[in-house]
C-alpha cells in the first residue's frame, strides 16, 4: 500500500488529472444516493486528498473546489439541502474549508517526505546520486544486463591532490571544483548513465550498453574538461581513473565494483594521473 501510494507521484499529470475526477464523480454519486449523510461526506476525504499527495498544493485546491462545485449541482438536483441556496452554500463552504484544510496537510507531508527521500540518496552538495542510491542502481543495470544479454561499465574517479587545494585557496575552491566535477560528468555522458559522487573527491559512473572503447571516449572527455577547468582556475590537480568492463556480465555485481575501485588505487599507488581498464566476466 506504501509503495502503491509512493508511486502516484511518477504518474503522468493527464492521468492524475483523470483519476481524481473520476473519484470525485464516484463519491459524489454515492453521496447523492445517500442523501448527503455525514459519513458520506467525509468520503471527499479521498479524492482531496490523493490528488494533493500525488500532485502537491495546486491539484489539493483544485480536487477541493472541483468537490464543491459537484456537491453544489447535484444538492441542487437532489434537493438534499435544507434552506434553498444558503443551505447549500454553507454546506458546500464547510465542506471546502475542510477539504483543503485536509488537502494542504497531506501537500506538505508529501513535500517533507519527498525532500527526505532525496537527501537520503543524493549528495547536498552536488545533487549527484550517492554511494546508497549507486550501488542500487548498478545492481539494476547489472540484472539489465544480464537479462539482455548487453555490456555494462563502472567507472571510479579520484580527483588527485584536491586536499592541496583546499589547503591553499580554500574550502570555497574546492567545493567549486566538486561542484565542477559533478557538472562535467553529466555534461561528459548520456542520459542512461549514472554520475555519483561516493566519498570526499571521489566520483564513480555507471556506463550501461558500454564497451572498452565506450570507456575511453567518456574518459578522454571528462578528463579534458576537468583539467581545463583545473587550468582556469590554476588549480594543481589530475585525475585517477579505474574502469571495468563486462561484456556479459555473469559474476557478482561486487566483483566489478571491487575491480574497478581495486585500479583506481593501482593507478594512484603508481603516480596518479593516470587511466586504467579492465574487461572482466
Given at each position: 500500500m506504501v509503495r502503491w501510494l509512493w508511486n502516484l507521484h511518477e504518474l503522468p499529470h493527464s492521468t492524475k488529472v483523470?483519476?481524481?475526477?473520476?473519484?470525485?464523480?464516484?463519491?459524489?454519486?454515492?453521496?447523492?444516493?445517500?442523501?448527503?449523510?455525514?459519513?458520506?461526506?467525509?468520503?471527499?476525504?479521498?479524492?482531496?486528498?490523493?490528488?494533493?499527495?500525488?500532485?502537491?498544493?495546486?491539484?489539493?485546491?483544485?480536487?477541493?473546489?472541483f468537490c464543491g462545485l459537484m456537491v453544489v449541482t447535484s444538492g441542487y438536483i437532489s434537493g438534499a439541502y435544507p434552506g434553498g441556496p444558503v443551505g447549500v452554500g454553507w454546506n458546500v463552504a464547510s465542506l471546502v474549508l475542510m477539504l483543503l484544510l485536509f488537502s494542504s496537510l497531506v501537500a506538505a507531508i508529501s513535500r517533507i517526505l519527498k525532500y527526505e527521500q532525496g537527501s537520503a540518496h543524493t549528495d547536498p552538495l552536488t545533487g549527484l546520486a550517492n554511494r546508497r542510491l549507486l550501488n542500487e542502481y548498478f545492481k539494476g543495470e547489472v540484472e539489465r544486463a544480464r537479462r539482455y544479454k548487453r555490456p555494462i561499465s563502472i567507472m571510479y574517479i579520484d580527483i588527485d591532490n584536491f586536499k592541496a587545494v583546499n589547503d591553499r585557496f580554500g574550502h570555497a575552491a574546492g567545493d567549486r571544483m566538486l561542484k565542477g566535477m559533478a557538472?562535467?560528468?553529466?555534461?561528459?555522458?548520456?542520459?542512461?548513465?549514472?554520475?555519483?559522487?561516493?566519498?570526499?573527491?571521489e566520483f564513480a559512473l555507471i556506463l550501461p550498453e558500454t564497451m572498452e572503447n565506450g570507456v575511453r571516449s567518456v574518459e578522454k572527455?571528462?578528463?579534458?574538461?576537468?583539467?581545463?577547468?583545473?587550468?582556469?582556475?590554476?588549480?594543481?590537480?589530475?585525475?585517477?581513473?579505474?574502469?571495468?568492463?563486462?561484456?556479459?556480465?555473469?559474476?557478482?555485481?561486487?566483483?566489478l565494483l571491487e575491480k574497478a575501485d581495486g585500479l583506481l588505487y593501482q593507478v594512484k599507488g603508481a603516480g596518479k594521473g593516470a587511466t586504467r581498464i579492465i574487461s572482466v566476466r
Open positions: 483523470i483519476v481524481d475526477l473520476a473519484l470525485v464523480c464516484l463519491v459524489v454519486w454515492i453521496d447523492t444516493l445517500s442523501v448527503h449523510s455525514m459519513n458520506v461526506v467525509f468520503l471527499y476525504l479521498v479524492p482531496a486528498g490523493l490528488a494533493a499527495w500525488a500532485g502537491g498544493y495546486i491539484h489539493g485546491i483544485a480536487a477541493s473546489v557538472w562535467i560528468l553529466v555534461k561528459s555522458t548520456r542520459k542512461a548513465d549514472t554520475p555519483a559522487r561516493i566519498g570526499g573527491d572527455r571528462i578528463r579534458e574538461k576537468f583539467m581545463a577547468l583545473a587550468k582556469r582556475y590554476r588549480w594543481p590537480v589530475g585525475l585517477s581513473i579505474g574502469a571495468a568492463v563486462s561484456a556479459k556480465p555473469g559474476g557478482s555485481i561486487d566483483a
